[in-house]
């Protein structure tokens, strides 16, 4: 089955500098690769996701970019913000539904 | 619209004992879906729902039933706690070309 595996564990930027989380995958029939930011004591929040159809995504100050030759994807959070401090899960599927997590990173963004 | 509602969100169980997760959404979403969350395991599928009266299990249904009887709403039953099940507890639901919301999750403990 899909296994996904995220680093790192723990990320510490300043404010102002980018931040950079990444996955890999192993199904290569995976085809939908979302990412969540969860805040303490509240549940994930989508932030973000791609498709296999595409190379790279933006929104704002956030980006995922896939590589699905190297069966990777990465989270670009530029200009962060303490509000961007949160714990950022990836997430894996072939049909939307059966989502595979990675572990989690937990970024703390230092005024 | 209210999004996702779960109840309760604390509880403490009694190993042995059984209770039923509540979990409602009124955004009129075919898909729905139940997580738990352990720490430094990310989020593991239990069971997921792509309409009414369907259901199918996750990579983790043992110890868990569901049932879906109307599109809002998705319980999830415990046939017997173990202190195995303790973990946050998440529901989330979908529609066609979106990805999923989650509700704010029940903290289960298991004595």
């Known amino acids: 089955g899909e296994n996904v595996e995220q680093h790192p564990s723990t990320l510490s930027v300043q404010e102002g500098d980018s931040a950079v989380i990444k996955c890999t995958y192993s199904?290569?029939?995976?085809?939908?690769f979302p990412w969540y930011k969860q805040e303490l004591g509240k549940g994930p929040q989508l932030i973000i996701d791609?498709?296999?159809?595409?190379g790279e995504k933006k929104d704002q100050r956030i980006a995922v970019t896939l590589n699905k030759t190297a069966k990777h994807f990465s989270l670009h959070i530029t200009e962060t913000q303490p509000e961007d401090s949160a714990v950022y899960f990836c997430?894996?599927?072939?049909?939307?539904?059966?989502?595979?997590f990675g572990t989690g990173t937990r970024l703390q963004v230092f005024p | 619209n209210a999004g996702v509602t779960q109840t309760p969100k604390f509880q403490v169980l009694k190993t042995g004992q059984s209770m039923t997760l509540q979990c409602a959404q009124d955004?009129?979403?075919?898909?729905m879906s139940w997580y738990r969350q352990d720490p430094g395991m990310g989020l593991r599928l239990i069971h997921y729902?792509?309409?009414?009266?369907?259901?199918d299990q996750g990579e983790v249904p043992n110890g868990y039933n569901v049932s879906r009887s109307t599109t809002e709403d998705f319980p999830l039953r415990l046939l017997s706690a173990a202190p195995s099940q303790t973990s946050v507890y998440f529901c989330?639901?979908?529609?066609?070309?979106?990805?999923?919301?989650f509700g704010s999750g029940t903290r289960l403990t298991v004595v």
């Open positions: 955004m009129n979403h075919e898909y």
């Open positions: 997430a894996a599927s072939i049909d939307t539904d059966k989502l595979i």
């Open positions: 989330a639901s979908r529609t066609t070309g979106f990805g999923y919301t």
């Open positions: 729902s792509v309409g009414a009266g369907i259901t």
């Open positions: 199904d290569s029939a995976s085809n939908y």
């Open positions: 791609i498709r296999s159809n595409v």
